[in-house]
């Protein structure tokens, strides 16, 4: 099966971070992947803010080695990249202070589209989202046609969260404002919506009547290395379950919306994250578990500590949680929602578990064997699958005897397409001004709103976060809290 590319306007996108590893990891060759496929209009550029002074000639220089670092060889075509690297502007700008916007201002302009597409992409530090956004306004760079994305983190509290909102608010309309989750982006989460609302099977058993619990695991096997100083500033509960691990909550968890569009999909997760029971200081210790790797080996090499890493003598930063969610409304009353992230973890791994309930009864008697509960896998990465488990007949004689069998549906079998980068589609869905797949900003304060008590009650505690070598599952504390519940983590389900 091939992709079937939809066309974008021009536009000119203007990238603030431009020599950040964002911008050199996943937005630029991510751009240069959607140029081989033909969907860059020829007269579109990206022009890279940043501090220094680079010059178009080196910016170009160090965008090309980023897309040759992040690329296969055999996804190297030199006329593109010589075409995508034409593309290339670069200002050097003080985003808080005054220098270099008017030499954007003459950039935008000479392209002659005052009215035409214009993207704002902020992968900076929050901090200067505000200062940003003042700028673009005083310099009069948002036309109708303008668009701001902002990265997460989107504040690291409420009130910092808000502030930013406003900031930005007060001069982008909500419309031409884009909060992106990269996750929304991967075609897995988007199959997700997909599985429960394209097939008839599913909702009908999407419920309390039926459901067990759902696990949401997003385990990554790389430490913090470079980023060790931002990570120590915010830790997992941050930078991992207040957005990406809560939007899968939300997809998971959703009504379903009238229509697949930005207003009714972002109202329906909006109901969920408010109908999140809080967590506080009554129940943090016997709901969330916190931990922090230690030296280890992760797929047989040796890794060391987070404070090693860190460089610093001791930190209280939690590099893993696990959270007990639950969701206080009608359908989902009485079903666990496990919540686990963290880095050095055995693998990398990111999967959503439904566990259906048992049946009821067993007709097999003793020779049957135990039924096991059906159980629906949404593998998210590294091996992007769904696998449906159910109860089977063990083939051949020796009579009824049953065992579970994963109805297997991996998508680099199914579907012969180059999965493309997350940032790809979204990043050309806000060229559209289709805001499906990013958050409004009451989610973002929702969110918030839930995640802020479960910081307050860990800060009020002082509880150091508890210890895990580097390649397991996560501190032990982690595996007690689910089998108090009965329960066990499915790390190896799919
Ligand atoms: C980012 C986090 O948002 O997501 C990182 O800041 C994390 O710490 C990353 O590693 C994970 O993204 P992915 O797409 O590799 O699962």
Not at 235 to 255: F, K, P, S, T, Y
Not at 324 to 351: D, H
Not at 390 to 419: C, E, H, I, Q
Request: charged share 25%; hydrophobic share 45%; net charge neutral.
């Amino acid at each position: 099966m091939s992709a079937r590319l939809l066309p974008v306007d021009p536009f000119d996108l203007v990238v603030f971070g431009g020599t950040g590893d964002l911008a050199m990891r996943k937005l630029l060759p991510g751009l240069y992947h959607r140029d081989c496929d033909g969907q860059l209009p020829p007269e579109s550029r990206i022009i890279g803010v940043s501090r220094g002074d680079l010059g178009k000639k080196a910016y170009a220089e160090a965008v090309e080695t980023a897309i040759r670092r992040s690329t296969p060889e055999e996804q190297l075509r030199p006329e593109v990249v010589d075409r995508f690297l034409k593309r290339l502007e670069h200002v050097a700008i003080d985003a808080a202070g005054t220098t270099g916007w008017r030499k954007l201002a003459a950039l935008l302009q000479r392209n002659g589209k005052s009215n035409g597409i214009r993207v704002f992409y902020l992968a900076t530090a929050p901090a200067l989202f505000g200062p940003i956004a003042r700028n673009l306004a005083a310099n009069e760079l948002i036309t109708a046609e303008s668009r701001v994305v902002l990265e997460k983190p989107i504040g690291r509290d409420l009130d910092s969260a808000m502030a930013i909102n406003d900031a930005v608010g007060a001069v982008f309309e909500e419309r031409q404002i884009f909060r992106i989750d990269h996750y929304l982006g991967k075609e897995t989460v988007q199959n997700l919506v997909a599985l429960r609302f394209a097939n008839a099977l599913f909702e009908p058993l999407w419920n309390s009547a039926h459901i067990d619990h759902v696990q949401i695991t997003v385990a990554e096997s790389l430490g913090v290395e470079g980023r060790a100083a931002y990570y120590d500033t915010s830790g997992a509960l941050r930078d991992m379950v207040q957005n990406h691990i809560l939007q899968l909550l939300c997809l998971v968890a959703m009504e379903p919306p009238h229509v697949f569009a930005a207003e009714a999909v972002r109202n329906e997760k909006l109901k969920v994250l408010r109908s999140l029971r809080p967590i506080d200081n009554g129940d943090v210790t016997t709901k969330t578990v916190r931990g922090q790797y230690q030296a280890g080996a992760v797929g047989g090499q040796a890794v060391p500590g987070y404070l090693t890493e860190l460089d610093r003598p001791a930190s209280s930063t939690e590099t893993f949680v696990v959270i007990k969610a639950e969701i206080a409304n009608w359908r989902w009353a009485g079903v666990p929602f496990y919540l686990r992230t963290g880095k050095r973890m055995m693998t990398r791994q990111s999967e959503i578990v439904i566990q259906f309930k048992a049946p009821p009864y067993s007709i097999f008697g003793e020779a049957g064997g135990p039924l096991d509960a059906n159980r629906l896998v949404v593998r998210l990465q590294p091996d992007e699958a769904v696998r449906l488990f159910l109860m089977s007949k063990d083939p051949g004689p020796g009579g009824m005897r049953l065992r579970t069998v994963p109805l297997n549906l991996a998508y680099a079998d199914a579907f012969n397409v180059r999965y493309p980068d997350a940032y790809e589609r979204l990043l050309l869905d806000v060229v559209r001004g289709n805001a499906t797949l990013f958050m409004h900003k009451d989610e973002v304060e929702a969110a918030w709103t839930w995640v802020e008590p479960i910081l307050r009650a860990w800060e009020a505690r002082n509880d150091p976060p508890k210890p895990y070598t580097a390649g397991s599952w996560g501190p032990s504390a982690a595996i007690a809290l689910i089998e108090r519940d009965g329960r066990n983590w499915l790390e190896d389900a799919a």
